[in-house]
């Protein structure tokens, strides 16, 4: 099975920058969608940005586009999101995640394996 370790996060001011990763291990991740969401306070899970692993089918939600980029490392087995412009609104607990797909789900029911969460606060 899958497993997703995360790294990255924590305290910026509005406007900075920040790089989320996720290591996958246990098997290839070579076939999965892979994605990240995050989960503010009081609200639920909401997507964020999606690929499959071979960098086909990329999306994003409208409130991240073109600020936030998600990739992959195939040699380090590692995904990324490299957050840019950040605003105050995008502090939440961001989780990455994984499914056995071609075309990944915009929904967190879809995907089966998960990262244990990292904080991102943004300051004004």
């Known amino acids: 099975q899958v497993q997703l370790v995360q790294s990255g996060g924590g305290l910026v001011q509005a406007g900075d920058s920040l790089r989320l990763s996720c290591a996958a291990s246990?098997?290839?991740?070579?076939?999965?969608?892979m994605a990240w969401f995050r989960q503010r306070p009081g609200k639920e899970r909401e997507f964020v940005a999606a690929?499959?692993?071979?960098?086909?089918?990329?999306n994003y939600a409208d409130s991240v586009k073109g600020r936030f980029t998600i990739s992959r490392d195939n040699a380090k087995n590692t995904m990324y999101l490299q957050m840019n412009s950040l605003k105050t609104e995008d502090t939440a607990v961001y989780y990455c995640?994984?499914?056995?797909?071609?075309?990944?789900?915009?929904?967190?029911?879809?995907?089966?394996?998960w990262g244990q969460g990292t904080q991102v606060t943004v300051s004004s």
């Open positions: 995640a994984a499914a056995g797909r071609l075309n990944p789900p915009l929904d967190a029911t879809s995907y089966d394996r």
């Open positions: 246990g098997r290839t991740v070579t076939n999965y969608a």
């Open positions: 690929m499959h692993w071979s960098g086909l089918n990329t």
